[in-house]
């Protein structure tokens, strides 16, 4: 299939560093609450990207469940092979492709497990369903079938009918620490504008314009 033609127009007025908060996470904080307001779909989905031990990187769709100036968390299942991953190598890189706005943000960063607490006040928050569906769900691992996994879930379902969902161990939260943060607006004749923001040694961000 050639795709040479599949082409679009951007329309969005450029953009100027002086546009921009000086803070980042701030800054992202008015593109994602403009995202938030354009009714996106799941506009705090972004794909998170992860390389092990044997150098192959790996990517997938998560879920921005919290974010602050420390950075922004995402649970998931620790045996996971993002959480293996991780464990080998405990960097990583996101990027949240808020295209209906012409926009995208991309953060790198290290990359660790938040606090058994902090994980444990969110599991508490989630529907019965979906906690049950933490414990039936061993991701990443070969299954059989579908039915397989429904036949697992009416099970826990009935083991805790009558009863709160415990906490599983096996799961929780991460939080990317970004070093890097990037806007990126789209442009016309393809001369996006794009802002980086870099940590500095004494935790103040240093920004600046890279070319599209």
Known sequence: ?????????????NLEIDDLDKNPFKQFELWFNDAMNAKLIEPNAFSLSTVGKDMMPSIRTVLLKTFDEDGFVFFTNYKSTKAKQIEENPKAAALFPWLALERQVKIEGSIEKISTAKSLKYFLSRPKGSQIGAWVSHQSEVISSRSLLESKFDEMKNKFANGEVPFPSFWGGYIIKPTKIEFWQGGDDR?????????????????????P
Not at 191 to 211: C, P, T
């Open 1 to 13: 299939m050639d795709l040479t033609q599949l082409r679009g127009k951007y329309t969005t007025r």
């Open 191 to 211: 001369l996006h504008d794009r802002f980086l923001y870099e940590l500095q040694n004494d935790n103040s961000w240093d920004r600046k314009r890279l070319a």
